[in-house]
């Protein structure tokens, strides 16, 4: 048995989804446990796209049992719909290979629209969050006034609850932000719907894990967002509500810490970010450009255009750290075919000073001149490759200064976004 936990080193959009999918062949769950449908997870299976939200990214895989842990945020209307998508695709979406956890908390349209009304009042300093409604409903949750998933079958609680949030919302929403309140029966009704609907789905997945591991079962946990995004560790206040970084499975997903084996980084071989925020090695030029439409960087939740830059590798040793990470995945390494040189940030100059590590202090991390290195590029399209030996020189090169500069080997090398287009260089599931 071995338990291994996918996160993202960057600002999101590593490829995540694709990795897990990759990876879900050998494990016997999948389990989400922080996020909600902010993300935006992709996966291609034969030339054909599915992309996930909320449902774990080891659903094309029949037999597999997927797991939505309490750390994520549910809106039941993206679950429900992203549910219906699957099955007109023939994916089977039943409680047989889906639970939702009881304690996971609801996002309601309240949360939505104090989100987006919140954006519109900030107007250029906004964050440029997803807009679904993800912090609001955190921020519910630390308050201890969020509605949870097992809410939705207790008629009386969810009333009593949705009033007095509604209330407050709607004081929020009209005095200080300026926007449209909202109505309670419509909503009340709506979530008592989803609710019937959801109730098959609902189970405490917890004991669920627990159960699956004393039978020996390999679980696969998937993080949304990244660790750049992390609400304790990432680039605040320019960041997502949750924690993204690998410790928040065992409070996402209530399992212990003895119970993670492997770790896995996901590092794309560039670097984009969506939203706002400082980037150190963003290019704002043709060779941005070519990142950008070679990777097709654009946002799979929101559609927005990414932005794109070299690789930083001060901030995935930083990941490495903070999520303990066991291997390395690297994505993309396909879309820099053409690029010479490359280059790969590994320190920061700031100041006067050098620092290897990114300040806290946001001004500061603003002022950050990344130092680069220089190192040769290749001609060769890399989409066919399944073995590190096929790997032109130069590719081998800049794979492995990353591996030497962060003291951790690769797992897996992704050179397209289909499922078969890998190099498997460990099997993550086989303890070492
Ligand atoms: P996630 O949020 O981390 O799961 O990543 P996204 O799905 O939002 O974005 C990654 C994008 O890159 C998706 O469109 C994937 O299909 C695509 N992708 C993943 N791995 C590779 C790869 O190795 N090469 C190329 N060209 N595309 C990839
Ligand atoms: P995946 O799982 C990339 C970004 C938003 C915004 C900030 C806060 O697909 O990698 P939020 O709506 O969470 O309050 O927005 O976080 N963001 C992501 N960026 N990939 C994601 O998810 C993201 N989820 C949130 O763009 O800058
Ligand atoms: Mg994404």
Redesign the pocket.
């Known amino acids: 048995m071995a338990n291994v936990v996918i996160v ?1 080193t960057q600002w ?9 999918d990759c990876l879900a062949a050998e494990a016997d769950m999948v389990v989400r446990f922080q996020g909600g449908n902010n ?6 299976v034969k030339g054909c ?1 599915t ?2 939200h909320l449902i774990p ?1 080891g659903i094309l895989h029949r037999e597999k049992k997927c797991l939505i842990g309490n750390g994520v945020v549910i809106d039941p209307e993206v679950l429900l719909e992203e549910m219906e998508t699957l099955r007109q695709k023939g994916v089977e979406v039943a409680p047989q290979n889906l639970s939702l956890s009881e304690r996971a908390h609801l996002i309601m349209p309240y949360h939505k629209a104090v989100d987006m009304a919140r954006e519109e009042a900030k107007g250029k300093d906004k964050l440029g969050t997803t807009g679904r409604g993800i912090g609001p409903c955190y921020e519910d949750k630390v308050a201890r006034t969020g509605i949870r998933v097992v809410d939705l079958l207790e008629p009386d609680t969810l009333r009593k609850k949705m009033k007095t949030n509604l209330e407050e919302k709607n004081f929020i929403l009209t005095r200080w932000l300026k926007a449209e309140p909202l109505e309670f029966k419509p909503i009340y009704e709506r979530y008592l719907a989803f609710g019937r609907i959801l109730e098959p789905f609902i189970t405490d997945v917890s004991l669920e894990l627990e159960e699956a591991m004393c039978r020996g079962k390999k679980i696969l946990f998937e993080g ?3 660790t750049q995004l992390d609400i304790d560790h990432g680039t605040y206040p320019y960041v997502t509500s949750s924690n993204p970084i690998s410790g928040a499975v065992c409070t996402g997903a209530g399992i212990g810490p003895d119970k993670i084996h492997h770790v896995i980084g ?1 590092v ?2 560039y670097t ?1 970010r969506v939203g706002a925020g400082p980037f150190p090695t963003e290019l704002d030029d043709e060779i941005g450009n070519y990142m950008q439409e ?8 929101t559609g927005r255009r990414r932005r794109c830059g070299w690789l930083d590798l001060t901030i995935i040793k930083d990941s490495a750290r903070l999520n303990g990470l066991t291997s390395l995945s ?6 820099l075919t053409g690029l010479d040189p490359l280059k790969i940030a590994v320190a920061y100059e700031v100041d006067g000073k050098r620092m290897q590590s990114k300040p806290a202090s946001l001004n500061k991390f603003a002022r950050c001149k990344p130092v680069y290195i220089d190192l040769p590029g290749w001609k060769e399209d890399l ?1 066919s490759v399944r073995a590190w030996d096929h790997l032109p020189e130069a590719a081998k090169t800049y794979l492995k200064t990353i591996e030497e500069f962060v003291h951790i080997p690769f797992s897996l ?6 499922r078969e ?2 190099i498997i260089l460990q099997d993550p599931f086989g303890l070492s």
């Open positions: 993202g999101g959009d590593e490829g995540k989804g694709k990795v897990v993300a935006g997870h992709t996966l291609v796209k992309i996930c990214s949304a967002q990244a996901i794309k071989a984009t070679r990777g097709a960087e654009f946002g799979a939740t690297l994505t993309k390494l396909d879309v989409s090398i992704s050179v397209g976004p289909g287009e890998s």
